[in-house]
């Protein structure tokens, strides 16, 4: 098996060659209309939020765009406050995003390395919290955050976030960590190294591709977010992005460019990470399920 | 009850013992402890404390001019916070129940805000109705609507508007129409108009379903008076009785008239069309003016819906607006301040110039004779009827309202199937009187 | 503490394969790993499995937010056999499940092996499919609202290729309106699919299909019966953000019909939160949450079982 896979990279190129180059055309002529008919949507957003109010009331939604206006845009940012929540967003996202996968890790280490008895037991209970419908928890997490006086704070938002996505996160590491050959962590434990040395130095270095996954998974999730936002937070200036927009929606119900050019300030976070990530995003995930 | 209440209280208490050692173990080194402290409150003190004054008004023009009010407030430093009407509706409950609740809040007289009050939730603001208060001056049917069963007085008014069939008095000219007099008259100009290839009425029942009451709520004010209605949204009386089969039969005439798009549209959206001078008519609330282009408002006119049994006495829908103030508030005596001010004359002038809404005072000392002609013509029509109603939520509850907008826009959609429908839904009603 | 450890080394070895069992040889858990394990799981204890709790014993109460909550038994569980809502809920969340897990699970594993081998303009095409995972469910939501407007892009395209009829108020029509979510759901999702299929594809050992065709096997039994059985653990993944991303479904159906036309579009979850925020039967509405739990949790357990044993 592992040595088949040494000569892999040889026999992709190979495969590759051999394919039937002359279907190319039939290969083109159906992806190219099928990509266009997925970039639509987006590009007529785009087009909505760059148009004019007074293009779009005269002209209507569907029309092809006879103006350029950037008034969506500064309508936006100045009374949807749109920047201030892509801030708060931010903050919740970046903090919720480490300390998630931080504690994730150290479940999963626990769970694939040491014999902690009923392990398979306790993964699956974690993730099954995790697949639990967000909205039975809504009422009871409300109380809570009130109860210990973090209700309307961003602590609170993060927190949420941290206990709602740890299951899954902790699964995927697990069957990363579990990938990992056990002569690597066995030759530090001769060493003398405790476990923390270990789950430091070795296993967290070695699980970055699956970290870098998850956080990019994580980011899109987390950043995405409505409904948590909508239960722990009360305060406008405190409002992420998504509750943000709706709220902007709520003020602007026919100014479409203005809520179009939200939707772009509030999308474009998500692409420019996607894309940094793009090349070890998935693969970091799999590599635990794929043994 | 209240021991059903207690152990509640400290089943959540309890988790949240755990969840505070679980939650600040967990974040080690991000500081989260201290974000934790600080958002808990209650350490303002007295009346000095600064208060925060929740807001639904989200739309620009009335967000600016309650920003204005505000600003000239010279009581405790203010922060106004605001939140889209359908998620501040949504977390009213939490805001009211919240350990340190915001002070003060926009919303609704009538049955909404009384249903707090039972609850003890709202404060006491009797003393603002009395001596010199700011509201003392008030007409005795805001007294009656902002007071609770037990006598004490829990909303303040700050302005209120008016129902009425909108429509462009240039476009009305240029069709060599007239506003009708009669309920006949009145299906029969919606008949010339579609002659014509002109849309009679317009109505945005998409995301505002709601919308779909205000026929509905004339029309039973109309043919069986506003008694009957009031007791039918009380519960006193069934939505497949042989009164609202009536109602839905004169509803079943008008939806030829309506404009059919209008199932895709807010009531914002169905202004377009009006503006256009696609559609000929709107039954709506003054308020849809903020959604009409500023050089188009003034030919804007109105007409009240025409009367069909005259033996009835004359009402019309007058839903009011105002603040209460949550009775958990850490600053009652500057929540009663802020609430003064905003009932004041001055205010309320501010309020309803900038507000783009035709809005009219509660209070009888803001000067009314520079409003424009057509805001004059809504205060006629409210002096002229016997009775006032709120609107079909106000007057029952927003659960009640969501069993309307279920039966009333299939009802649009479906007519024949009245039956059925008007059966359904008075078993959903039912289900909500039960509670 | 390390010295059980050291005891071991020479006969995991030959079995490194099998880290687990391998891994119980370190019999004494050290209190640390203990520590390691306990804090994650006392924070989701308190956010996640606390709060559940808590909406259990709601469900078995009269509730409005407000005041003291009323015991009631079953009834709110006896009150959804007489709830039409309820039953459409139902059926609406079944087929969201199916028509929403099984599109885009096939259209994302169609494109992945379509845009698996590398050539020109394979990757725009796979960017493109991919960009509108990076839009909010309630953009997404907002986008498709303003494509399906009555003089919105969809009739217009309609109407410019001649098909008039079709048109229609896609959100405002009682047979349409859930399959006019649908779309706009699949659409963002499909992307996402398709991302993890071709990860899972770059594992696939291509010897094993080039030996297949060796054999004469044809391009379907190939992909069936050699490459698609490797794929198990990627199924295992998509699977579980499949059903995660079923049951967040809220957000875009809030945004786009908020359950409407009457109720014809409405899911469980949808429903759960209108009975929960609007109407504020914060009882009724906690017993419909347990009915999706126990919907969900039903066969995802199933499912992950399975799963977990046959590695």
Redesign the interface.
Request: proline share 7%.
């Given at each position: 098996m592992t040595t088949e896979t040494a000569v892999d990279p040889g026999t992709v190129r190979r495969s590759a060659n051999v394919g039937p180059r002359r279907r190319g055309w039939v290969f083109h002529a159906c992806m190219a209309p099928l990509t266009l008919l997925w970039v639509a949507p987006m590009v007529f957003v785009l087009a909505v939020a760059f148009r004019s109010f007074d293009d779009i009331a005269a002209r209507g939604l569907g029309a092809l765009p006879a103006s350029f206006s950037l008034d969506g845009f500064s309508t936006a940012l100045s009374e949807g406050a749109i920047g201030r929540a892509l801030a708060n967003s931010a903050v919740v996202t970046v903090i919720g995003v480490v300390a998630t996968l931080f504690l994730a890790s150290l479940a999963a280490f626990a769970l694939s390395r040491h014999a902690i008895p009923f392990s398979r037991t306790i993964l699956l209970t974690m993730l099954a919290g995790n697949l639990l419908p967000p909205q039975i928890l809504l009422i009871p997490v409300s109380s809570i955050t009130q109860s210990l006086g973090i209700y309307d704070s961003l602590f609170a938002l993060i927190v949420v976030q941290v206990g709602f996505g740890l299951g899954f996160y902790t699964f995927v590491l697990h069957g990363f960590m579990r990938s990992i050959p056990n002569e690597v962590l066995e030759a530090a434990v001769v060493d003398g190294a405790g476990s923390a040395r270990i789950y430091a130095r070795i296993v967290l270095p070695l699980c970055r591709p699956a970290l870098a996954a998850l956080a990019a998974l994580a980011t899109t999730w987390i950043f995405n977010d409505l409904i948590w936002a909508l239960t722990v937070l009360r305060t406008e200036t405190k409002f992420p992005i998504t509750v943000a927009l709706l709220n902007l929606q709520g003020g602007f119900v026919s100014n479409w460019n203005v809520v179009a050019s939200g939707a772009v300030l509030a999308a474009i976070p998500t692409a420019v990470v996607f894309f940094a990530f793009q090349k070890h995003f998935v693969s970091g995930l799999l590599v635990g399920a794929n043994k | 009850?209240?021991t059903?209440?207690l152990s509640?209280r400290r089943?959540?208490?309890g988790?949240?013992a755990?969840?505070?050692?679980?939650?600040l173990?967990?974040?080690v080194g991000?500081g989260?402890s201290n974000?934790?402290?600080?958002?808990?409150?209650?350490e303002s003190a007295g009346s000095s404390g600064p208060l925060?004054l929740?807001s639904s008004a989200?739309?620009?023009q009335p967000?600016a001019a309650l920003k204005a009010v505000v600003d000239t407030f010279d009581g405790p430093e203010t922060t106004i916070?605001?939140?889209?009407?359908?998620?501040f509706?949504?977390?009213l409950?939490?805001?009211?129940?919240?350990?340190?609740p915001?002070d003060v809040l926009t919303w609704y007289a009538g049955s909404v805000a009384r249903d707090?009050a039972s609850?003890?939730?709202l404060l006491d603001v009797s003393e603002l109705w009395e001596g010199d208060g700011a509201c003392a001056g008030f007409s005795d049917a805001l007294r009656e609507l902002s007071t609770t069963e037990d006598g004490t007085q829990i909303f303040v008014p700050t302005h209120y508007y008016w129902w009425g069939v909108f429509h462009r008095r240039s476009a009305f000219d240029q069709w060599g129409i007239q506003a009708p007099e009669t309920w006949d008259d009145f299906l029969a100009l919606c008949e010339t108009l579609l002659g014509q290839g002109i849309t009679p009425l317009t109505m945005g029942t998409?995301?505002t379903?709601w919308m779909s009451s205000g026929w509905f709520d004339y029309l039973n004010l109309r043919i069986n008076g506003p008694e009957f209605h009031l007791a039918l949204l009380s519960g006193e009386h069934s939505f497949d009785s042989a009164e609202v089969r009536a109602v839905m039969d004169e509803y079943a005439k008008l939806i030829p008239f309506i404009d059919?798009?209008g199932?895709?549209?807010?009531w914002?959206?169905a202004?377009?069309p009006l503006v256009q001078n696609k559609a000929a008519m709107y039954l709506v609330g003054a308020f849809f003016t903020e959604?009409v282009?500023s050089d188009v408002v003034d030919d804007i006119d109105f007409f009240r819906v025409p009367i069909i049994d005259d033996s009835l006495p004359l009402a019309e829908e007058a839903p009011t607006d105002g603040y209460f103030a949550a009775s958990r508030t850490d600053n009652p005596a500057g929540a009663k301040e802020l609430m003064s001010h905003l009932a004041a004359p001055e205010s309320q002038e501010v309020y309803v110039a900038k507000a783009g809404g035709a809005f009219l005072p509660t209070s009888t000392d803001v000067d009314t004779s520079g409003f424009s002609p057509m805001i004059q013509k809504g205060i006629t029509l409210l002096e002229e009827s016997d009775q006032l109603t709120q609107f079909f939520n106000r007057d029952s509850s927003?659960?009640l309202q969501?069993t309307a907008?279920?039966?009333l826009?299939?009802f649009l959609?479906q007519p024949d199937q009245v039956d059925d429908i008007l059966a359904?839904w008075q078993q959903a009603a039912e289900?909500?009187f039960q509670? | 503490m390390s010295s059980t450890q050291v005891a071991t080394p020479e006969t995991s070895s030959h079995d490194g394969r099998q880290p687990v069992r391998a891994g119980r040889r370190w019999r004494r858990v050290p209190p640390l790993v203990w520590v390691f394990l306990l804090v994650p799981l006392a924070v989701e204890l308190a956010w996640v499995f606390w709060p559940a709790l808590n909406s259990f014993s709601l469900s078995l109460t009269k509730w409005n937010g407000v005041g003291a909550a009323e015991p009631v038994g079953l009834d709110n569980y006896r009150r959804m056999f007489d709830d039409p809502i309820v039953r459409t809920a139902v059926t609406n969340t079944v087929i969201w499940i199916v028509v929403f897990g099984g599109l885009s699970v096939l259209i994302g594993l169609g494109l992945a092996v379509a845009l698996n081998r590398p050539r020109r303009g394979v990757g725009l095409y796979r960017s493109a499919i991919y960009l509108p995972m990076v839009f909010a469910l309630a953009v997404t939501g907002l986008f498709w609202r303003v494509l399906y407007q009555p003089g919105g892009t969809v009739n217009s395209a309609l109407e410019n290729i001649g098909l008039d009829g079709v048109a229609r108020q896609w959100l405002a029509d009682p047979d349409t309106a859930l399959y006019a979510v649908l779309v706009a759901a699949i659409w963002r999702q499909v992307g996402y699919i398709m991302v993890l299929y071709l990860a899972g594809l770059k594992g696939c050992d291509p010897s094993l299909e080039e030996a297949a065709a060796v054999d004469g096997a044809s391009a379907w039994q190939r992909f069936r019966y050699v490459v698609f059985p490797q794929l198990r653990g990627v199924n295992t993944v998509v699977f579980a953000i499949t059903v995660i991303d079923s049951l967040r479904t809220f957000d875009i159906v809030w945004a786009m019909t908020r359950g409407g036309p009457y109720n014809s579009s409405q899911l469980l979850s949808t429903y759960m939160f209108e009975q929960g925020f609007t109407a504020l039967n914060l009882g009724y509405s906690s017993a419909l949450a347990v009915v999706i739990f126990v919907l969900a949790i039903g066969f995802i357990i199933t499912y992950l079982v399975r799963a977990t044993r046959e590695d």
């Open positions: - | 009850m209240s059903t209440d509640r089943f959540l208490a988790s949240a755990i969840g505070l050692s679980g939650a173990g967990g974040c991000s989260g974000d934790g402290g600080g958002g808990g409150g209650g925060t929740q989200a739309d620009p967000k916070n605001t939140v889209a009407v359908e998620n509706r949504a977390q409950p939490t805001y009211l129940t919240s350990e340190n915001p707090y609850e003890g939730l998409g995301s379903p059919p798009n199932r895709s549209y807010s914002q959206e202004v377009t959604s282009p927003d659960e969501t907008d279920t039966a826009t299939r959609d359904q289900q909500v509670g | -």
